[in-house]
């Protein structure tokens, strides 16, 4: 009965750490992990001693006996990572159980020739800023303070993961786990860059590593963008998880066609949600103006068109099989022929598995078996947005060559990637969207370090950001123990003096459980995991009406400031 990975694997390797024969791959020290889709156990090795369960933070691996119908591809794919014949690693790449690496954090010198712990600022509060606090935290005596300019933290998990997609949002656990630690602390509801400055943040710490993501998209640059009707499938993303930005997005439903312009998990995610049952959807965490848009949506089709032939598809294989379980999805003639052609020529195993997947798909030509349906749409690279007063359709060219394909559609959204904004004080590379940096250590800003999207472009997964929030901390205790880093000029108790002079509506950690106890409240009476705040104003509400600490906890927090 060995252990299976399925669909919502995150790619943090907590499981690689935890399995005790060394049975899961690729692991983060191993080269192919950069561009791994998921993780995979070796079914053969596996010991069935369920250690990886536990430590898995989503709940993504589970005895292959226990499976629900649509995860039972997953028991293939897990076992087709191990095959020779197919394996994108060698067999006998395999590390021997005793030779696990875990990420060594060099401890921090007690104080060394430093005036006091390790003490550092991170902006932000997504996977990367609460990964890179975790591996400080593993350190005695370190300090972390998160800022994020929400009243609610953790970053894409809360406004970025799709509403269907519960168990992946079970990372926050963890990340609440991490957030109770004694030498953690929130400054919610706080701007770094407008309420604060890089400098007077740096001059409480010894170091700021900016953990902000990539919030803005890639634009299309063709005509007709700028007209009603068309959007970015990541804003969509955004007001469907009721990110306070975005309520007001102004989505319309009230046509039958959606195209989505590129196929990456982002596009999938929109396709299914507009496609789902709105009363699946009614139990999940999804925006109450979303789920009352979409019961009133007339869209029967939503297109996902990529400029490329399907074996380039950029959506992963654990999305598309999801897909498949939970959504009619359908391809044309012609791209059923390319799949076909792309079929006979893939040589390596991921490809393959995509294509064997998209050749057991539904005709479009066929009638709609349900009520909206998915159609993947493949050598389309777009050229304009049609419509005089608001968007009609999209005019393509068929890639490589003269044929213009028209599709008509009342909303166009692009799905074509992020990318980063330019952070005050800090160097920017515009064209990568990234701070140019060495390892997460930031070249030409003292103090300044950067992981997750804003370090290394907007790939990968929640995970992914566990090894590169590793590095980055890896390099900047290495600077601290060299005497590189400054010490702070004040005391912990000054730095909430100037944060509170400057934003008096700060939400601290106490604060943010006030509004995440409302928020469950609110949804145990409508059986779902939550119903979410989108106002800010409702939110710093709720957290001021939080009890005032408790005369011990007062007490730690005083001992704390004069540590
Ligand atoms: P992505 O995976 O980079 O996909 C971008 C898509 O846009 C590709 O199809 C790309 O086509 C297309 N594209 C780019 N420029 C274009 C242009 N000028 N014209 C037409 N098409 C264009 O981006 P994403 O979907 O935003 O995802 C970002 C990251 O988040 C990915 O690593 C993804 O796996 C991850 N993510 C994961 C999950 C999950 O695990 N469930 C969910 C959401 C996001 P080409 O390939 O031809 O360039």
């Avoid at 396709?271 to 009133?296: C, G």
């Avoid at 032939?309 to 498949?324: D, R, V, W």
């Avoid at 005089?388 to 166009?412: C, H, K, N, P, Y």
């Avoid at 939110?539 to 540590?563: C, G, N, T």
Wanted: glycine letters at 8%; charged letters at 25%.
């Amino acid at each position: 009965m060995p252990h299976v990975i399925t669909q919502s694997c995150c790619s943090d390797g907590s499981c690689v750490y935890a399995c005790p024969v060394n049975c899961i791959h690729p692991s983060p020290d191993e080269p192919e992990f950069a561009s791994a889709e998921m993780l995979y156990i070796d079914p053969v090795a596996c010991v069935d001693c369920g250690a990886c369960v536990s430590a898995c933070p989503v709940g993504a691996i589970a005895p292959d006996s226990r499976l629900t119908i649509d995860q039972q591809p997953f028991i293939a794919l897990n076992a087709l990572f191990y095959e020779p014949v197919h394996a994108a690693r060698p067999a006998d790449k395999k590390l021997p159980p005793t030779s696990k690496l875990a990420p060594v954090i060099p401890a921090p010198e007690i104080h060394g020739n430093h005036n006091g712990p390790l003490t550092v600022a991170i902006v932000g509060s997504g996977p990367a800023a609460m990964y890179a606090a975790d591996e400080l935290l593993t350190q005695p005596g370190v300090r972390v303070n998160v800022f994020e300019k929400l009243p609610t933290p953790y970053g894409l998990v809360r406004a970025g993961v799709a509403p269907d997609h519960q168990t992946t949002k079970r990372v926050t656990k963890l990340f609440d786990r991490i957030a109770r630690r004694r030498e953690f602390r929130f400054y919610l509801n706080v701007e770094v860059g407008d309420q604060l400055s890089h400098a007077d943040v740096l001059a409480h710490h010894h170091a700021v590593i900016y953990a902000v993501g990539a919030p803005n998209d890639k634009r299309l640059d063709i005509d007709g963008m700028d007209l009603p009707g068309t959007n970015t499938a990541t804003e969509l993303v955004a007001w469907i998880n009721g990110h306070p930005d975005y309520v007001d997005l102004p989505v319309d439903l009230g046509h039958e066609r959606v195209i989505v312009i590129g196929n990456g998990n982002v596009a999938l995610d929109v396709a299914r949600v507009l496609t789902a049952d709105p009363d699946e959807l009614a139990h999940t965490d999804i925006a109450d103006h979303a789920l009352a848009a979409l019961r009133e949506s007339k869209v029967r089709e939503v297109v996902v068109a990529a400029r490329r032939g399907p074996e380039h598809s950029a959506f992963t294989l654990p999305e598309l099989i999801g897909l498949t379980s939970s959504a009619e999805v359908v391809l044309g003639e012609a791209d059923r022929g390319a799949v076909r052609r792309g079929l006979a020529t893939a040589t390596d195993m991921l490809t393959k598995q995509k294509l064997e997947v998209l050749s057991t798909l539904g005709h479009a030509e066929n009638p709609a078996m349900s009520r909206a349906r998915i159609r993947l749409a493949y050598n389309l690279t777009p050229q304009r947005v049609l419509g005089q007063r608001r968007a009609s359709g999209m005019e393509f060219a068929v890639t490589g060559t003269d044929e213009v394909q028209t599709i008509d559609a009342g909303l166009v959204l692009t799905s074509i990637g992020y990318h980063g904004k330019a952070i005050k004080d800090l160097p920017f590379d515009d064209e990568a969207g990234v701070v140019p940096n060495d390892g997460g250590r930031v070249t030409q800003a003292e103090g300044a370090y950067v992981a997750g999207w804003i370090k290394r472009g907007p790939t990968g997964f929640i995970g992914t950001n566990k090894s590169c929030a590793a590095q980055t901390v890896q390099r900047l205790v290495d600077d601290y123990n060299a005497g590189l880093l400054r010490d702070p000029v004040a005391k912990p108790s000054a730095l909430d003096r100037l944060v509170r002079q400057r934003q008096p509506q700060i939400v601290d950690a106490k604060g943010w459980r006030a509004i995440d106890a409302a928020e469950i409240a609110r949804g145990e009476v409508a059986d779902r995991p939550r119903v979410k705040f989108t106002s800010v104003a409702d939110m710093v509400e709720v957290a001021a009406a939080a009890p005032a600490p408790s005369l011990r906890s007062r007490v730690v927090e005083r001992i704390r400031e004069l540590a």
